[in-house]
């Protein structure tokens, strides 16, 4: 518009200038092509009857102002279309903002949808689990072992002879089971023994908790028969529930008082999950077996460290060569007078139960010995004074330990000696030294037994 101005103004001057010269002046008005108003001047001059370069002159003129004219509306019409750019260019960034966030929050929800999913897998498995271990509960204690034996005779490999529950050398084995009285084991006056010697006869169950939901099904509890330092005592009773898939929790309760009441003083999480009812307590550290392996952990109690991680050459694991209640009881470590032991088996042994001797720091093997008596056909076992003991069932209320195995002179056989599955699940079988007892885990109950150990008769040591 300023142009426009400019323009008409420069043409007023020069009429202004040709008037002074003239003695008549008109005035036309008229609208050009675009609609706009121009006013004209003409005047006549008196003397000149043309103008010679004034017309081309004044076409100069003009045509600058038009291109100059041309020039401002071409930079105006850029600057609207470069505005117009901007703010289409910001709109667009903050469009492409608000689907960025759009995108984003999609994607979370998708990630909290899976989430949620795999939390209610999760859930359906533990209930089916949970369903299935109700079930068996309801199954009479003979259809239990009838099951878990067959089970375990279906996951034998078709060439090992030694899982052949036919075998004669098996039922000759059993045939050899009789019951002896205490008088033809031990010499008279023996009762008062408090030596290491031989087991004469096994208490009445005591029981001091049960187990507050199904994780408690089995498990395994102890006390340091030899703690070492200051932060526990042999006071301190240790407990971890084995019912479940990743079993890490350690139970500490200062006393057995506390114990019986429910009351942990400390809950302890191991850094690799625990494999069945073999655990125990010696020297301050926790022994056991890892989960799906053959490899034995010792946790030091006081430092809450994995201290030594050993492989046990050649044993069977995670439901090879079990006990006969199953439950992957493959490795099943010990403790006695006599220092740290693992009962367990291998192929080379055909399921036959093989007993090593261990260093209770490096976990290495000292000296091995192997029985004629198979894994998979007793209920437990544990060691007392360098022998072998072997429970005959793990459901049967009264029933009897039926094998003894001397370390010291490589020597086994039958014994009859009575023993009470009060509760009729029988998973957990140790002996502590310095109590001079048996912990049992039954049915969801911590039980003890009072065990009475005679001198050795004339025929063995």
Not at 12 to 34: K, V
Not at 218 to 244: L, S
Not at 402 to 414: E, H, I, L, S
Not at 430 to 458: C, P, Q
Request: aromatic share 10%.
């Amino acid at each position: 518009m300023w142009l426009q101005v400019s323009l008409f103004s420069l043409s007023c001057l020069l009429l202004s200038i040709q008037t002074q010269a003239q003695d008549r002046a008109s005035l036309h008005r008229s609208n050009d092509p675009s609609g706009r108003c121009h006013y004209t001047f003409t005047v006549a001059s008196p003397q000149e009857s043309s103008c010679p370069g004034s017309n081309s002159e004044m076409d100069r003129v003009l045509s600058r102002l038009t291109l100059l004219e041309a020039l401002v509306s071409r930079l105006l019409a850029g600057v609207d279309q470069g505005t117009m750019t901007g703010v289409g260019a910001k709109r667009e960034e903050g469009l492409q903002e608000a689907y960025s966030q759009v995108t984003g929050e999609r994607n979370q929800l998708q990630q909290d949808k899976e989430r949620l999913n795999r939390q209610i897998q999760e859930l359906q498995r533990r209930l089916a689990e949970l369903s299935q271990e109700a079930e068996s509960l309801r199954q009479k204690p003979c259809q239990q072992t009838l099951t878990s034996l067959d089970t375990q005779h279906e996951n034998r490999p078709a060439n090992d002879h030694g899982y052949d529950f036919g075998n004669s050398g098996y039922q000759e084995m059993k045939a050899e089971v009789t019951e002896i009285s205490a008088s033809h084991l031990f010499h008279e006056g023996s009762h008062n023994f408090t030596g290491c010697g031989e087991l004469v006869s096994v208490g009445d169950p005591v029981s001091h908790r049960k187990a507050e939901s199904i994780t408690g099904k089995y498990g395994v509890w102890m006390q340091d028969p030899e703690p070492q330092g200051p932060h526990y005592t042999n006071n301190t009773v240790w407990r971890i529930d084995a019912v479940g898939r990743d079993v890490r929790h350690l139970f500490a309760y200062e006393d057995m008082d506390q114990f019986s009441r429910g009351l942990p003083m400390k809950v302890l999480v191991l850094p690799e999950p625990v494999e069945s009812t073999g655990a125990t307590v010696y020297r301050g550290s926790l022994y056991y077996q890892r989960r799906l392996s053959r490899t034995l952990i010792r946790y030091d109690l006081a430092s809450e460290y994995l201290a030594t991680r050993m492989d046990l050459p050649q044993a069977g694991f995670h439901g090879q060569h079990p006990y006969s209640w199953g439950g992957y009881t493959d490795i099943d470590l010990a403790v006695d007078e006599k220092g740290l032991w693992a009962i367990y088996s291998t192929s080379k042994a055909r399921g036959a139960i093989v007993i090593s001797q261990l260093n209770p720091e490096s976990l290495e093997v000292k000296k091995t010995w192997e029985t004629n008596i198979k894994k998979n056909s007793v209920a437990n076992a544990f060691m007392v004074c360098g022998r072998l003991y072997t429970v005959a069932s793990y459901t049967v209320p009264n029933t009897t330990l039926n094998f003894v195995f001397d370390t010291a002179t490589g020597v086994g056989q039958a014994v009859s000696v009575p023993f009470k599955n009060k509760y009729s699940y029988n998973s957990m079988v140790d002996y502590n030294h310095a109590e001079r007892k048996l912990y049992a885990w039954d049915n969801f109950h911590m039980v003890t037994y009072d065990i009475r150990l005679g001198r050795a008769s004339h025929g063995r040591s």
